[in-house]
């Protein structure tokens, strides 16, 4: 008998040793939750917005996003701008060190911001530093490169093509990869507008004005990596002179940043540790002194471990009765509204804080705020469907009539239960400073059934809306992704709109993600599910879309008016003018031509105890520093 | 019993190369990219085509050898690798190689598939035990309730009402995550569950069979008490199927526990499967599917071993 307790036993001790092997470490000062673990603390390939705010714990580009949205000095003191917004210089802090003592130079950023336009390294977001003049040259001619190495036979279409010279082309091809490395690198410093000047200037040249890049020189992808630690993890594959990665050197222990934490520790799908930098220029005024991701990828438990106190924020509450939560919040706001009406934004925290708990019922621990995104529908511009028929929304008083009716308020407070802001325009309004969006089109279902009366669909003696041909109006297909109930929600809701308000057919149909996306890059739809989050503050970001001949301008739409006023726009240097053609630009969209359906600004819903945590800004860019947190206990 | 052992070894390496083959050829054929970033930004083409040639997603009979070669060490001892058991990069995790995700992953899921395993013994064997001595009766019924409970809940409804109860109301356990006994409790407990009440049935059924036999009567009329008939004759043999049933039960409880280790924010290997599925992240789908292989060989065969061990009369 005994016998059956021995595997038991073993098990048990087991148990104890694997678990007694693991390594705790006391709470950090600021814990929170992410839904899934960091995808990448490589600076120069990260995409996503969480491997972003990490990489403001530990790097610090020369710029940064102060909480009001604006641009502020961060590695760099400051910089001069030219005349005509196209050349930067920077001037680097001096004393600036990263966390291992080695300073921090020019020569370092340069070394990154090559490291992000090198197609080698795959960066997702190489295209923001395509502005720089002669990096989308240098672009393609590496590729090309890379691709005349893959391939020898293809060297007599490359250089008919242009790519190479001949003589270059064969001493490519007789060279072994470390000699078409250095040729390569010869030939950024030769193409490409960026120059260390000296240990503490870097100098940028870019192809044409950019008024908005020390937006982007604020961004992620624009930090320094410490040159020793990427130049010892890089080896360049001999024969195919593409440069391989030891993607180690991400991890603790090997990872140097400049910025005012290190890493300590990260265990995938589990946690990283943040912990302070005592090298970082301004280390006595970061507030934590140390900062922990852990990994919950359920919504609900993330909750209950935000209840028990166990973590202090949550980035991005996902649980399916957040709307119930908002609901509680607002009932606490409806207390007190007199104080809070008076509060401005910036301030709501502080002043939540310092008001009376909520009772049952109530709560203000959960907090909406807008992003820098806009939730909007396409619609297929293009004369003819995929299948051949033709497409009644090539008219734009049709898309028009589409968005009159189009009861944005029923469906932010019935639908989505999220309360946004509402949002006739694309930039989402308040977000980019000085720029004002238009007001886009009303919910007017009266002006909506004209203008499709004015199109040409009047409705028959049966009450089917028929052409002059006496064609009726074909069925209106909305195409959404299965993933999120959201979309399924909101298509549904349009379709018995526009159903109720024009009297035409609409259906939905539902794909799962990866269909749906194939479709709308086919332009196999007549409405679609849509959304964008901008990346840099300027209205670009998000009018750039629109653009004829853009690779994410699904919806077929090519206005030569739109295109022309972008191009003034790029070329007009005083940043007023320039925002005011813009705005005329987005008017056009959103007033006139309609080729997408915007909705609302898109929110983020944060919980956190506005009292104990301090330090998040509730500016759209969302651009949150773990540098500015603190909680008080 | 050698000769089974060394035959199921050298069978081994046979069984894992059709599962590489099978898993290899059907996560080949899930539509969709790896290098696709699930919130639809793509990168340029020239990126696109640079991690691919990288990765050797080009040329599926490629990757097939090269990734065979690594994995298995061939390539490390014919100089070609600088590592033997190289199981590559994640595709979808682009920090981590598979084999570090696995170092990572792999401790936590044993220890929690075991502790699970062996709650699951002590509530099953109990119960069982308790059920099968007084068939019929109302302890019989309540835990055979019982039983039927712990099958019939899903394991994330099980999980949250834990969760609240025992570590929101009561704060005797964290909300989630790893680190120390505590951690283990509620998860394993979560996951237990239905395999105590598999084991709970199995035993009562055994235990009701045995009883009935010959030998207990004998034992019995040589003047035994009641419990060493029980535990020492009618439960040695009523065990043998649950031994049998272990098997497999250990292997499925240290890698299907997906829905425990995301309602207890577990960082096991698990919902790595699940999301490298999702994301075609292949690397690490063939590493995960080897590794559960190679678990589900080696406990069916420990237990084979067990088996003879417990009951003499088996030779192997």
Redesign the interface.
Known sequence: MLKIFVPILVLASLIAVVVSLDDERPRADVVLVHGTDLFTLDPQRMSYLHDLRASRAIYEPLATILPDGSVGPAAAESWEVSDDASRYTFHLRSGLRFSNGDPVTAEDFKYAWRRAILPDTAATYSSLFLGIAGARDFFNWRSDLLALRAAPDRRDELVDAGSFSAEEADAILAEDGEASFRRTLDRFDEMVGLDAVDPHTLEVELAGPLPYFLDLVAFGTFSPVHRPTLEAATTIDPGTGRIEEDRSWTKPGRLIGNGPFELVRWRFQRDCRFERNPFYWNAESIPAESIEAVVIQDPNTAILAFEAGEVDWIPDVRAEYRADMIAERLAYEDRFEAILAETEDADLDRTLGTLPPPDAGERRNIHTVDAFGTDFFHVNCRERLVNGMPNPLVDPRVRRALALCIDKAALVQRVTRLNETTSGGFVPAGSIPGYQPPEGLPFDPDRGRAELDAAGWRRDDAGVRRNPDGDPFPTLDILFSTGSPRYKDLSLALRDMWRRELQIPAETSGRPGNEYRAQLEMGNFMVARGGWYGDYGDPTTFLDLNHSEDGNNHRGYASPRYDELLATAAATIDPEARFRILEEAERILVEEDLPILPLCTYVTVYMYEPDRLLGLTRHPRLDQHPGRWSVRR | MTGLVVRRLVQMPFIILIVYTVTFALAWLV??NPLE????????Q??????L??YKLDDPVAFYFDYLGKATGVSYLLGDAPRPFDLG?SLS?????VN??LA??L?VS??LG??A??IA??LGLFAGVIGGLRPNTALDAGTQALAVIGISLPSFVIG?ML??LF??KL?WF????????Q??VLPAFALSLPFAAYIARLTRFGMIDEMRKDYIRTARAKGLPERRVA??HA??NA?LPVLSSLGPATAIAMTGSFVIE????V?GIG??FV?AVMAKDITLIMGVVLVYSILLVLFNLIVDV?YS??DPRISL
């Not at chain 2, 020239?46 to 991690?51: C, E, L, Q």
């Not at chain 2, 995790?93 to 190689?97: G, I, P």
């Open positions: 539509p969709g970033s699930p919130d639809g930004r793509r990168p340029d020239a990126v696109v085509d640079a991690m040639a990288q990069p995790q682009s920090d981590w190689t570090e995700i990572a992953g401790p044993v220890s075991l502790a395993i062996l013994l002590v949250v969760l609240i570590a929101v704060g964290p909300i989630g995550g790893w680190g120390d006994l951690h283990v535990m020492g439960l040695r065990f995301k309602v207890f924010a960082p919902r790595n999301d067990l061990w417990i």
